[in-house]
């Protein structure tokens, strides 16, 4: 389930919210009660292990390298 994050246009106030459905998405600020609100963007995190990668010998835990698109492959770069 996402959680969004808010900012109240009015006071600056910012919080998050899980969002299960529509109806759920919070209708005024929490703070001071405006319902100036701007959804804002997000980042996330994921973690990859080793043996997650589709080239797992060649892993920079495995002593390979790595680019900014994953793992390289069979001893030459497919990247």
């Known amino acids: 389930m ?3 994050e808010y900012k109240c246009r ?3 106030h910012a ?3 899980l969002i299960r ?3 759920e998405i919070p209708a005024k600020c929490p703070e001071c009660g405006e319902k100036t609100l701007k959804k804002q963007f997000s980042t ?3 973690r990859v292990t ?3 990668c589709k080239f ?3 892993c920079p835990a495995a002593g390979g390298h790595q680019h900014s698109g994953g793992c390289c492959g069979t001893g030459k ?3």
């Open 2 to 4: 996402p959680i969004y």
């Open 10 to 12: 009015s006071c600056g």
């Open 15 to 17: 919080f998050e919210k």
């Open 21 to 23: 459905n529509p109806a």
């Open 44 to 46: 996330f995190s994921a």
């Open 50 to 52: 080793a043996g997650a």
């Open 56 to 58: 797992p010998s060649s």
């Open 77 to 79: 770069c497919e990247m």
